[in-house]
């Protein structure tokens, strides 16, 4: 099992990040490789990723959200195995800190060699990068929900 931790600061107050975050839709927007995610129920969401140029499909789970907190997940079976959290913190008014840790277990020959050359988290870095330019672009969020896991 590996493990990413990554942060990045938004200049947008913790509610609009908390609530495009969880948009998880919009995710392929800003994150790369990602292809597709449908939000089956308030706790499942179902995605399509290229992973080391191979498209591979899983379900993942919700095991805790809280507004303007944090949100954790797990992975179901399937063609991936990872966990993580993303948490929200408040750096003044009109600024929040973002920050994503990723446990992963990389599978096969290829996911193994980009895991050791650092692929993972120049791919997690980028895509804090890409979530903060899509958020402050935009200056609001594309939806929210607010509800609790």
């Not at 706790?43 to 379900?59: L, M, N, P, Q, R």
């Not at 992975?75 to 003044?92: I, K, M, S």
């Amino acid at each position: 099992m590996s493990q990413v931790e990554e942060s990045v600061e938004v200049a947008v107050p913790v509610r609009t990040a908390y609530d495009q975050w969880t948009q998880f839709e919009s995710f392929p927007k800003f994150m790369d490789g990602v292809e597709r995610i449908e939000q089956r129920t308030d706790s499942v969401t179902h995605w399509v990723a290229k992973i080391g140029g191979v498209t591979k499909e899983f379900d993942a789970k919700i095991t805790e959200q809280i507004p303007d907190e944090r949100v954790a997940w797990t992975t179901l079976g399937g063609e991936v195995e990872q966990a993580g959290v993303v948490t929200f913190h408040r750096l003044d008014d009109a600024r929040t800190k973002v920050m994503l840790q990723l446990d992963y277990d990389p599978d096969g020959i290829a996911e193994n060699v980009g895991d050791k050359l650092g692929f993972v988290q120049r791919q997690v870095t980028g895509d804090l990068k890409r979530f903060k330019e899509f958020i402050e672009d935009r200056g609001h969020e594309t939806g929210a929900w607010r509800g609790e896991i």
